[in-house]
Nanobody, 127 residues
């Protein structure tokens, strides 16, 4: 069974960079056709997909966050990371990492459902 675990500081000051790491066990982040995503949920709001990094290291960012977001991965540690710069209190949320497969419909590529999720970690932006 694949397991994902988020880790990082639970409190970040405004204007600083939020850094989180997702550690994967029971499977490799380089397994062909899988994508590894970051999703967040602010208080009282729905889930927001932030972006993903592929099994080959290609990154994809939500347009709303692209200018402040950076992903990276380390296959030797089976980890991938999120950095969100210039944070404000609006970035306060529970942050999740999750896995999804890539499918080809015959017309286009798309991500399937997230089959594995981390438990999530609360990050608060406050001075």
């Amino acid at each position: 069974q694949v397991q994902l675990q988020e880790s990082g500081p639970g409190l970040v000051k405004p204007s600083q960079t939020l850094s989180l790491t997702c550690t994967v066990s029971g499977g490799s982040i380089t397994t062909n056709q899988y994508y590894w995503s970051w999703i967040r949920q602010p208080p009282g709001k729905g889930l927001e997909w932030m972006g993903a990094i592929s099994y080959s290291g290609t990154t994809y960012y939500s347009p709303a966050l692209k200018s402040r977001t950076s992903f990276s991965s380390d296959a030797s540690k089976n980890q991938f990371t999120l950095q969100l710069s210039s944070v404000t209190p609006e970035d306060t949320a529970v942050y999740y990492c999750a896995r999804a497969p890539l499918y080809y419909s015959g017309r286009d590529y798309y991500l399937g459902e997230f089959d594995y999720w981390g438990q999530g970690t609360q990050v608060t932006v406050s001075s």
